[in-house]
């Protein structure tokens, strides 16, 4: 499957963004996603996952009552809407698939297919 993140850019403290991540090349359904991100100098965290259906969702710490995952297999898609936002927030953001049995996943090296990544910056 082929991942492509998009809805990335430049947004004020307290602002909001939504990111989309595009699947092609295979139903979406087959998989549970997740979302990273990558401020620089710093390694790839975990942001978010959401399982085959949509029932199941988990958050980090950092971003919990600020982000919400959501999908619609229907469409292909998974977003990240993402609400009062933080300079902190600033990052290369990644949607990523996960084929493993499970309902959502953590770790990077549980998910399989990466996009290609979409730059967030939150900056008055």
């Known amino acids: 499957v082929q991942l492509q993140a998009s809805g990335g850019g430049l947004v004020q403290p307290g602002g909001s963004l939504r990111l989309s991540c595009v699947a092609s090349?295979?139903?979406?359904?087959?998989?549970?996603m997740g979302w990273f991100r990558q401020a620089p100098g710093k390694e790839r965290e975990f942001v978010a996952s959401?399982?085959?259906?949509?029932?199941?969702?988990v958050y980090s710490d950092s971003v919990k009552d600020r982000f919400t995952i959501s999908r619609d297999n229907a469409k292909n898609t998974v977003a990240l809407q993402m609400n009062s936002l933080k300079s902190e927030d600033t990052a290369v953001y990644y949607c990523?698939?996960?084929?493993?049995?499970?309902?959502?996943?953590?770790?990077?090296?549980?998910?399989?297919?990466w996009g290609q990544g979409t730059q967030v910056t939150v900056s008055s």
């Open positions: 090349g295979r139903s979406l359904s087959s998989y549970a």
């Open positions: 990523a698939a996960a084929s493993a049995v499970g309902l959502w996943f953590k770790y990077r090296n549980d998910y399989e297919f």
């Open positions: 959401i399982s085959r259906i949509g029932s199941s969702t």
